[in-house]
């Protein structure tokens, strides 16, 4: 009977093995695409529909309830999306330690910031404040 080892000497002498994590980080990936697909459809379609009306119809378009829940839905998927794509560019190209936490850091920050600003506006109109 004939047996391959995909694993390195070295590996399997230190019990080290997977650390589990791609999977995860790949099916999130994969999940928000799927999502982002159908909701990128509405709110193109949602804007084409709207290229000449005033502030106030846009507004009362963004406070309508369902038109608030599935803006924020496309809003946490993109920018999810987006942060779960930066880092593996960032993960992949970038070699230098320091760097690459500095790099991850920067993104992080500024992906949550601007998350969470668009998030805040769609409720602030959506509550009409």
Sequence with gaps: RC???LRAPLATARGLGSAKEGTHHFWNQRLTAIVLVPMTLWIMVSLVRMTNVDYATVTQW???PLNAV???IFLLALFYHAL???QVVIEDYIHSEWQKIACLILVKF???LT?????LAVIKVFLGL
Excluded at 115 to 119: D, E, Q
């Design 62 to 64: 963004i406070a309508a």
């Design 115 to 119: 998350g969470l600003t668009s998030v």
């Design 3 to 5: 047996t391959v080892k």
């Design 70 to 72: 599935l803006l924020l």
């Design 84 to 86: 779960l794509g930066v």
């Design 110 to 112: 500024t992906i949550l």
